[in-house]
């Protein structure tokens, strides 16, 4: 198993930036750490997320160019730098996490989550 702990986010300014952090513990051999968000009254959607044991990454379309997520190796989290940010930006963000071989961008296929962090940003 592994817990997921994440720090980071709050208000910010449209074209700002904001970092996020996740801390997982336990297991992390074979997983997937990624962040997903939800806004008010939308579904919970994929942002961008890392594969621990590969280091690769995966982005979705709105984020990329924008959101940087990466590992950092010594203090063993998964970063989300979020830069130029948007309104549409607001919402709730969670660390998730999975174990196997392949991505998946869909919340069911995740099994644990951090408790979440707010993230607005002002137009």
């Known amino acids: 198993q592994v817990q997921l702990v994440e720090s980071g986010g709050g208000l910010a300014q449209a074209g700002g930036s904001l970092r996020l952090s996740c801390a997982p513990s336990?297991?992390?051999?074979?997983?997937?750490v990624v962040w997903f968000r939800q806004a008010s009254g939308k579904d919970r959607e994929f942002v961008a997320g890392v594969n621990w044991d590969a280091d690769d990454t995966w982005y979705a379309d709105f984020v990329k160019g924008r959101f940087t997520v990466s590992k950092d190796n010594f203090e063993k989290t998964v970063n989300l730098q979020m830069n130029n940010l948007k309104p549409e930006d607001t919402a709730i963000y969670y660390c998730?996490?999975?174990?196997?071989?392949?991505?998946?961008?869909?919340?069911?296929?995740?099994?644990?989550w951090g408790q979440g962090t707010q993230v607005t940003v002002s137009s």
């Open positions: 336990g297991r992390t051999f074979r997983s997937y």
């Open positions: 998730a996490a999975r174990y196997g071989s392949k991505w998946s961008l869909t919340s069911y296929h995740y099994d644990y």
